[in-house]
């Protein structure tokens, strides 16, 4: 199994470009989660899905969005980057909410 | 509003030593509290899982106990390793159907020199 993956690694966009986030997991997990961490703010949910088909917004949606594109894969695009969206971006999964969650390696993005 | 806060900030410590990490929350209604593990430059990795009724759960060198009443937890590692150098963080979770509530601590950055 190999658990959660995020592509790409690593990212670097000019401001106003677009991109997708892509992240897969093979757990049969329902639900799926896109933080952003940065320096000194720990870890922030921007979205979730609690299940699929659906998708609520976290703590730091703004200039985010997400499509659960099947039980599977969870996909978070930015459509007009920003420097502020520099960051490291991780994806995660588990059963339920109430449950462990299990993250991705990361992706770092630099927005210039 | 929920919290969650975690001393101290940093530590360094030397190989082969003990160490007690703190995390304090006003999460409610509580539902469980999680210890993860974050590697420099990879993802969280969980540790350990406590629901309200477990007042001390093991993971090898890792014990994290929970003090319910008091809204307190701690994570102990024993006979630290250079490969404990990490940052630890705790969430806690609440009580609340299928809504995501979860509250994320900013983490204990952990040195080990050897």
Redesign the interface.
Known sequence: NAG?TQTPKFQVLKTGQSMTLQCAQDMNHNSM?WYRQDP??????IY?S?SEGTT?K?EVPNGYNVSRLNKREFSLRLESAAPSQTSVY?C?SSG???????????TRLLVL | KNQVEQSPQSLIILEGKNCTLQCNYTVSPF??L?WYKQDT??????LT?MTFSENTKSNGRYTATLDADTKQSSLHITASQLSDSASY?CVV?AEGG?????T????TLLTVNP
């Open positions: 959660v989660y000194g703010m720990g870890l922030r949910l979730y609690a609520d976290g991780f995660a339920t909410y109430q449950e462990t969650q299990y993250f991705g390696p990361g | 539902s469980n999680r430059g990879r993802g969280p990795v969980s899982i963080i979770s299928s809504n995501y509530k979860l994320f601590g900013k983490g």
